[in-house]
């Protein structure tokens, strides 16, 4: 077993002074900020749950913002809290993936 169930991976890289967008400034690392904070206030944290990390540039910059879930290597993209929301109710929690925000 590893020490996590689930990884997820927020793109939170800034770039400047590039025509490439990035992800961080499409609200990347405000969402690993507010998906960490309900993981944690679910109990889903911590050995053997979920980790929430931010990440550099996850090269899928015209897509983004993104994100992706290991062990499943789900990647994900979103609008607003509501898909965060249901980012985290189904897929962390149920361990179904949301196929409506997949990439």
Known sequence: MS???RHMFFCTN???GDERPCCCNRGGAEAKDYVKARAKALGLTG????RVNAAGCLD???????AVVYPEGVWYTW???ED???LVDEHLVHGREVERLKL
């Open 14 to 16: 800034r770039r400047e």
């Open 84 to 86: 965060l929301d249901e």
């Open 79 to 81: 609008v607003d809290e």
């Open 47 to 50: 050995p053997g749950g979920l």
């Open 3 to 5: 020490y996590y169930r």
């Open 60 to 66: 899928r910059c015209e897509e983004g913002p993104v």
